[in-house]
């Protein structure tokens, strides 16, 4: 008997609960999960049991929500799916960075897995988004790359800009105005009085603009110093 495809809901639930997860280390929550879905907490709690039942999330009432194996498995197919698409519009469609992921929503519960694959080939096997994010590995391995927020750090940090949260548009769109990008040195100035804006310095020796960041902005920012270590591996296994 042929085991049926997962419901694109089903499969869109498990790769919000992974993505949730994926920069920090606190599960998501039924009311967090009805937020990032757009949905009741009612349709939540109902979709939340059929998971548990199909063995893809552990769950208890009152608790948080987390991804068994085979539920990580299929959250990190989703996700690849979903960012070589964002990725394939960007280089190959010229789109830009903040159009890219409602489309994605749409394509990547339609097509296949031979023209994901052969998306990725086309690409060159990308690592990473768009945004940063990094691409699953068709085998489930992920490259993390470590990083902090810039929200988080101190005066005279240094690093470069290696993840820009893509949950909301006009920030994208203001990033790209103000020539904001991925790879972007960047060098903590200080914060102004009276827990104002963030001083920041971005840019190359003789290339370098300052600018005052809201926290809106630094809470999206991820900056990968070059004295950590390049990154961890998760295997979804």
């Known amino acids: 008997m042929k085991t049926s495809a997962p419901s694109s809901s089903i499969e869109d639930y498990v790769k919000v609960i992974y993505s949730f997860t994926e920069w920090q280390d606190k599960p998501i929550t ?14 939540v709690s109902e979709m939340v049991r059929k998971l548990k039942d199909q063995g893809l999330v552990d769950h208890k009432p009152y608790s948080a929500i987390t991804l068994t194996g085979p539920g990580l ?21 010229n789109y830009s960075w903040d159009e890219v992921h409602d489309e994605a929503e749409l394509l990547e519960h339609a ?21 940063g994010d990094p691409i699953p590995t068709a085998s489930g391995e992920v490259l993390m790359p470590a990083a902090h927020l810039l929200s988080g750090l101190d005066e005279g940090h240094t690093g470069r800009i290696t993840r820009i ?11 790209a ?11 903590v100035v200080g914060r102004r009085p009276f827990g104002g804006a963030l001083v920041v310095r971005i840019g190359g020796v003789g290339n370098s603009r300052e600018f005052d960041l809201a926290d809106e902005i630094t809470s999206a920012l991820w900056v990968h ?7 961890c591996l998760l295997v979804g296994s």
């Open 225 to 231: 110093s070059e004295q950590t270590h390049q990154g």
């Open 111 to 131: 097509v296949s897995d031979t023209f994901i694959e052969r998306v990725a080939a086309q690409l060159g096997d990308p690592r990473r988004d768009p945004h």
């Open 165 to 175: 949260s893509d949950d909301n548009p006009e920030l994208l769109r203001y990033l």
């Open 177 to 187: 105005a103000e020539r904001i990008d991925l790879d972007a040195e960047v060098e």
């Open 30 to 43: 039924s009311s967090q999960l009805a937020q990032r879905l757009g949905v009741a907490n009612s349709s």
């Open 73 to 93: 498995r299929l959250a990190l197919a989703m996700v690849r799916r979903h960012r070589l698409i964002e990725t394939y519009l960007v280089q190959q469609l």
